[in-house]
């Protein structure tokens, strides 16, 4: 069957790690020439702020998650661990310091080091990681306080004027931000070259809150895990650039069509599950496959939400207002992915919901416990609000040593075989009653 | 009449000590079964004369010799003791309160206003403590959030906090850092005076004893110290680092206090965050979030460009006299096991020795640590 659209399935991934590797060429580049960088996180990148300047932005955490998937993290976290780091300490932290330590070689290339780096509070380890580059190099480090709610019960809503007192301290950080970057680079902030980075955000944002609601289809037109992953990666890289926004713009039309021509991933759907925690990138294929084998897609994932710095929640800067709007955009979404990652609770049974879910993946890690802490609890508060079956499974996002694959399996097996039982149980139940 | 009272410095030394380990949180039960509320803060800082000024009892959350047998249930495997731990005072009763505040510390820390809140009645909530402590805009962002704070401490007591409340409590606050700094020279000047678990049970009692209570305690122990007629021995100075969160068992700085004088530490250090006396005059909000930035101690869980930890730490090393640095970090503490490497990167440019280990507070048996410890001490002694 033809329709003019064959090129269509598939391009998002095609498309999305070209630019990926595109940009790590830039990188590239920009090292060789003894450009700097600005270092950022992806809870809370502010590229809004640093594209203005022409900052070239590294992700250090994603510099390090490359390190894992290409199968090399172990050679930088020795590295790290003999320079004194414990194995117990955030992964992403010990592979960035081997990452330094050898001059910023990299499998995708070559890092420039940091002539500024920006922190949000999201995660606290942001915080203890910036330091090392005060104290490896003296860069500059701007931590931008970003409250969020302060409980469970009162989660912050816009408006108030709790609220407002928040966001007008954001702001304020924000001025000092731009002052900041004015010094580094001795230009001066450019408002409307501002606005338009903020128009383009706006774009991807949309984006990127569409392409999450049309996996809610069935069946879901891509995994949220491994597919999701290479989406986040653009997401990152080239938020706030035309190429970025284009690239949204597109992952749309593919969604759109396959859901519209009921094309799922590249596995059969037997299962629809929802992902808590952050990806096990040490067998990243591998770990998908474990899943994919029963017929299990995973069609949302909270990872997705957190760790693209909050543009899932859609958020629309107001052109008008930019420095106001971006504070007010930055409460929402840093504050909303912290509030995502602590106070998940109801969220979670949203999630499930909307997403006709039949089982939840929990994989909390050793390395991260922004992430992990709080997902046990989480879990046995949603076993009494909902009779969903779901699995908890531990291991690491960087180190292989915790991660065994064998173990691994025989809980996913057991998980499957749990929702089959539970299906024929319903499927039994309904015989019996029609 | 105190327990402590009219009993000899030895009497009311072991009494702190026994308090200290003591689970089941007496001071804090007699303080409820009177009637009074209790407000529970996490580590490490929190401004305490705000809930004192409301009537309320302030108690130091920070984990508890014991078995997390329920709360183990409600975390996975990577993370630290103190967590656990002080999640169980709670679920078993033995530490009931009206408010429970966990400050962003560390990402776990962060964690536990959530979980606390899905297993027990009580509110609790996040104090947003400003992470961003170089903003100019930092203080009048804490002032605000510290009213906030007020404000849902007046709803649980009933009435109205006003300035002058808060500036008795500041008062008695004040005298009790005081206090705690008449008690740390002890340390400093005279080590023999004062082992390193005396000092510690004295100071953690504060957490747990109303405030009143704890100066009246300091009022008649630290001079009775001074009395002391133990004398000076060949010992090492040593400052202690790493004790800011989870608390080290007593019996592991008992044996510390055999081989060394630890002559200044940084256990404890929210109760001692304030180094100068706060202002009783103006606005009594701003006056605490000022000192907060602006007069504090430092420690692995504040960044603040002012005050690059390392650099305290050779800082405290210098004041106090010590000759070397005991570096420890808890098991599973991502701030801390951070800095440790900081710490023992500073120290070997500054050829100053030191002694590097993890810890936990419910660790049992010793002997190793022991060993280590004396081979080290000798190492110096006779280099
Ligand atoms: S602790 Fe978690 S969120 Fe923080 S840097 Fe590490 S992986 Fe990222
Ligand atoms: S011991 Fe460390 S990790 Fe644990 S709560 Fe304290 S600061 Fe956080």
């Not at chain 1, 076993?383 to 173990?407: H, T």
């Not at chain 2, 079964?33 to 996490?42: I, N, R, T």
């Not at chain 2, 419910?362 to 000798?378: A, N």
């Amino acid at each position: 069957m033809t329709d003019g659209n064959e090129g269509l399935v598939g391009r998002g991934i095609r498309d999305g790690s070209r630019l990926f590797r595109d940009w790590y060429e830039q990188l590239t580049a920009a090292s060789e020439q003894g450009k700097g960088a600005a270092y950022v996180f992806v809870m809370g990148s502010m590229a809004e702020i640093l594209r203005v300047f022409d900052l070239e932005t590294v992700f250090p955490e994603i510099n390090a998650l490359q390190t894992a998937v290409r199968r090399v993290a172990h050679e930088y976290l020795n590295q790290a661990e003999e320079y004194g780091y414990s194995p117990d300490v955030c992964g992403y932290v010990k592979a960035d310091v081997g990452i330094q330590l050898r001059g910023g070689e990299h499998p995708m290339g070559r890092i420039p080091r940091p002539t500024l780096a920006v922190l949000t509070n999201a995660c606290n380890t942001y915080i203890k990681w910036g330091e090392i580059w005060e104290r490896l190099y003296g860069t500059p480090v701007f931590t931008l306080d970003v409250p969020s709610s302060r409980s469970g019960r009162h989660l912050m809503v816009p408006g108030t004027a709790a609220f407002e007192d928040d966001r007008r301290y954001v702001e304020q950080q924000i001025r000092e931000l731009i002052a900041l970057c004015e010094r580094v680079t001795g230009r001066k902030f450019d408002v409307d070259r501002c606005r338009e980075v903020l128009r383009l955000t706006n774009e991807m944002s949309r984006s990127w809150k569409r392409v999450l609601e049309l996996n809610r289809a069935v069946p879901a037109p891509f995994d949220a895990l491994s597919d999701g992953t290479v989406y986040l990666g653009v997401l990152n890289a080239l938020r706030g650039t035309p190429e970025g926004s284009r690239y949204f713009h597109d992952l749309v039309e593919e969604m759109e069509y396959k859901v519209a021509n009921r094309i799922g991933t590249l596995h059969e759907e037997t299962y629809r599950l929802v992902f808590l925690g952050v990806p096990c990138y040490p067998i990243f294929r591998r770990f998908q496959e474990l899943f994919a084998e029963w017929g299990g897609v995973f069609v949302a994932s909270a990872y997705l939400g957190f760790a693209g710095g909050g543009l899932h929640l859609g958020f629309q800067y107001d052109l008008d207002r930019p420095i106001e709007s971006l504070a007010e955009g930055v409460l929402r979404s840093v504050g909303g992915v912290m509030d995502g990652v602590l106070f998940q609770d109801r969220m979670l049974v949203e999630m499930l919901d909307e997403y006709r879910a039949d089982g939840m993946v929990y994989h909390p890690i050793k390395s991260c416990r922004t992430v992990s802490t709080g997902l046990a609890d989480s879990r046995r508060w949603l076993a009494q609000q909902r009779d969903v079956l779901s699995l908890f499974i531990e291991s690491d996002m960087m180190d292989k040593r915790v991660v065994s694959e064998a173990q691994l399996k025989n809980r996913i097996d057991a998980f499957f075989e749990g929702l089959a039982t539970k299906r024929l149980r319903a499927a039994a139940g309904e015989a019996i009653t029609t | 009449m105190h327990i402590w009272q009219d009993r000899t410095l030895d009497e009311a030394l072991a009494y702190c000590r026994d308090l200290v380990e003591d689970p089941e949180f007496p001071t804090v039960r007699r303080w409820r079964e009177s009637g009074g509320k209790v407000l529970g803060h996490f580590q490490v800082y929190f401004p305490e004369e705000i809930a004192h000024a409301a009537g309320m009892l302030p108690v130091k959350v920070r984990g508890a010799p014991l078995e997390a047998r329920v709360a183990e249930s409600r975390f996975g495997s990577y993370l630290c003791s103190i967590l656990k731990t002080s999640l169980e005072v709670a679920l078993s009763g033995r530490l009931d309160l009206d408010l429970f505040v966990t400050m962003p510390i560390c990402d776990a820390a962060r964690n536990l206003a959530a979980v606390w809140e899905r297993n027990l009645e009580y509110p609790s909530r996040i104090l947003y403590l400003p992470q961003n402590a170089n903003s100019a805009h930092a203080a009048s962002y804490l002032r605000k959030e510290y009213a906030r704070l007020k404000e849902q401490i007046e709803e649980i007591v009933g009435r109205e906090v006003d300035a002058d409340d808060l500036r008795r409590s500041i008062a008695v606050f004040n005298e009790n850092r005081r206090r705690l700094r008449e008690l740390y020279e002890v340390k400093r000047d005279t080590p023999w005076l004062v082992s390193a678990d005396e000092a510690y049970a004295l100071v953690a009692v504060g957490g747990l004893l109303p405030r009143e209570e704890h100066n009246a305690l300091l009022a008649a122990v630290v001079p009775a110290l001074r009395q002391r007629p133990a004398r000076k021995q060949d010992r090492i100075r040593v400052v202690f680092e790493g004790g800011f969160c989870e608390q080290p068992p007593l019996e592991l700085l008992r044996i510390l206090a055999q081989s060394c004088y630890v002559v200044d530490d940084d256990l404890l250090i929210g109760l001692r965050w304030i180094l100068e006396d706060v202002p009783l005059a103006g606005d009594p909000l701003a006056s605490l979030a000022e000192a907060y930035l602006e007069k504090s101690s430092y420690s692995p869980v504040q960044h603040d460009l002012r005050k690059p930890k390392e650099k305290m730490l050779l800082e405290r090393i210098r004041r106090s006299g010590a000759e070397a640095a005991i570096l420890f970090a808890a098991k599973m503490c991502e701030p801390g096991l951070d800095e440790q490497v900081a710490y023992a990167r500073a120290l070997d440019d500054a050829a100053i020795p030191y002694f590097i280990c993890e810890f936990e507070e419910r660790m049992t048996g010793f002997d190793h640590l022991e060993t280590q410890l004396e081979t080290f001490v000798e190492n110096l002694l006779f280099d």
